[in-house]
């Protein structure tokens, strides 16, 4: 299956900063890589997708790159305020349609 | 829309009881997911379906099992409960496979004691 690793496990950042979040993943045929926020005691719900012909995706305050060659990709957040305060996974799928999570990444805002 | 619902919310097992955890979808999607979450990890697949009448195994299938004779409803089983089923369990559903976004259920905390 797939393997992804995922850093920082915590961030802590000044609110109006910016938060950048970098996933590894094993398997080159993997073309789908979501990522979920998960607020304390919540559901995931995601924020935003990229798929494997695009390098870079952006929504707002919220982006995501990704570089197939060297198999990463990456969560950038900027201007943060206090409600991003969460646990941001980020996913990859495998198989067509089963995505393997990152272990997390718990972002606090300082005010 | 209800979305993704699922019960009970909390549920406490004694070593070796049964259960079934109940997830109900109304957004008419074919693909329906079961992931369990253990503290500072990321969500561990179990089973999936694709469509009715259709499951298959996921990462961590062994101590579990499905079913999903409608489009709306996938339950998860457990038969004999061990400590280390203790976890968050969430079900997920999508209208197709890759690339359409999965969406969650409020998850069910499971705790074997």
């Known amino acids: 299956g797939e393997n992804v690793e995922q850093h920082p496990s915590t961030l802590s950042v000044q609110e109006g900063d910016s938060a950048v979040i970098k996933c590894t993943y094993s398997d080159s045929a993997s073309n789908y890589f979501p990522w979920y926020k998960q607020e304390l005691g919540k559901r995931p719900q995601l924020i935003i997708d990229?798929?494997?012909?695009?390098g870079e995706k952006k929504d707002q305050r919220i982006a995501v790159t990704l570089n197939k060659t060297a198999k990463h990709f990456s969560l950038h957040i900027t201007e943060t305020q206090p409600e991003d305060s969460a646990v941001y996974f980020c996913a990859a799928s495998y198989n067509d349609y089963k995505l393997s999570f990152g272990a997390g990444t718990t972002v606090t805002v300082r005010a | 829309n209800a979305g993704v619902t699922q019960t009970p919310k909390f549920r406490i097992l004694k070593i070796g009881q049964s259960m079934t955890l109940q997830c109900t979808q109304d957004?008419?999607?074919?693909?329906m997911y079961w992931y369990r979450q253990d503290p500072g990890m990321g969500l561990k697949l179990i089973y999936y379906?694709?469509?009715?009448?259709?499951?298959d195994k996921g990462e961590v299938p062994n101590g579990y099992n499905v079913s999903r004779s409608t489009t709306e409803d996938f339950p998860l089983r457990l038969e004999l409960a061990a400590p280390s089923q203790t976890s968050v369990y969430f079900c997920?559903?999508?209208?197709?496979?890759?690339?359409?976004?999965?969406?969650f259920g409020p998850g069910t905390r499971l705790t074997v004691t």
């Open positions: 379906s694709v469509g009715a009448g259709i499951t």
């Open positions: 957004m008419n999607h074919n693909y």
């Open positions: 997920a559903s999508s209208y197709s496979g890759t690339g359409d976004e999965q969406y």
């Open positions: 990229i798929r494997s012909n695009v």
